[in-house]
């Protein structure tokens, strides 16, 4: 039972540079959304989506762009990188957004120098 | 804004003492709240949750009370034991615009001493 699985776990980008962090949930969950972690932080949320075809922006958006073509995937894709994109990024999903919790990803820590 | 507050950054407590986590918020809209624990290296986990139409909710060691009047919740975990050492996160969630989306605190480190 995978729940949600994230790649990769570790990634040193350069400035300017690009990358997507990959996400796949097999739980069949509506709701995916992708948070991140700066140190001493809570966690910030980014992107979501409420299902297939359908995003949306959450609290700190700039910089990043997203995708959701399956229920299973939701990609979120990192466009000139910069220094301040350091931080450890989070995946996570639940069944429908409401009253239920949401499983999470083990994480993927970007370094962008 | 913040509007979901953990104003402890850390938490000592000795082992098979009384843990209390506490969180604040700030939207009234918020109707459902979870606690998440996370260690390091890995993804946060689901520990317990409470609805709004509830003050309290227990399952095991772990109770989660929660005051709608002072827009607060705790955690109590009784008796603490050394691998519950790790980060806490208070979340909470409300539709809005149509939508549920999660809001996470800034995390309390708990220790728990052997």
């Known amino acids: 039972n995978a729940g949600v699985t994230q790649t990769p776990k570790f990634r040193i980008l350069k400035i300017g540079q690009s990358m997507t962090l990959q996400c796949t949930q097999d739980?069949?969950?509506?709701?995916m959304y992708w948070y991140r972690q700066d140190p001493g932080m809570g966690l910030k949320l980014i992107y979501y989506?409420?299902?297939?075809?359908?995003?949306d922006k959450g609290e700190v958006p700039n910089g990043y762009n997203v995708s959701r073509s399956t229920t299973e995937d939701f990609p979120l894709r990192l466009e000139l990188a910069a220094p301040s994109q350091t931080s450890v990024y989070f995946c996570?999903?639940?069944?429908?957004?409401?009253?239920?919790?949401?499983?999470f990803g083990q994480g993927t820590r970007l370094t962008v120098v | 804004d913040q509007q979901v507050k953990q104003n402890s950054p850390s938490l000592s407590v000795q082992e098979g003492r009384i843990s209390i986590l506490n969180c604040d918020y700030t939207?009234?809209?918020?109707?459902?709240f979870l606690w998440y624990k996370k260690y390091p290296a890995e993804g946060p986990t689901f520990l317990i949750s409470?609805?709004?139409?509830?003050d309290k909710n227990e399952d095991g060691r772990f109770t989660v009370f929660l005051n709608k009047s002072a827009k607060h919740l705790s955690l109590h975990i009784v008796p603490s034991q050394p691998g519950d050492s790790a980060v806490y996160f208070c979340?909470?969630?409300?539709?809005?615009?149509?939508?549920?989306?999660?809001?996470f605190g800034t995390g309390t480190r708990l220790k728990v001493l052997a």
């Open positions: 996570a999903s639940s069944s429908w957004g409401g009253n239920t919790e949401a499983f």
């Open positions: 739980m069949n969950h509506n709701y």
């Open positions: 989506s409420v299902g297939a075809g359908i995003t």
């Open positions: 939207n009234s809209m918020f109707d459902y």
């Open positions: 409470i609805s709004s139409i509830k």
């Open positions: 979340a909470a969630s409300a539709r809005d615009s149509g939508t549920y989306k999660y809001i």
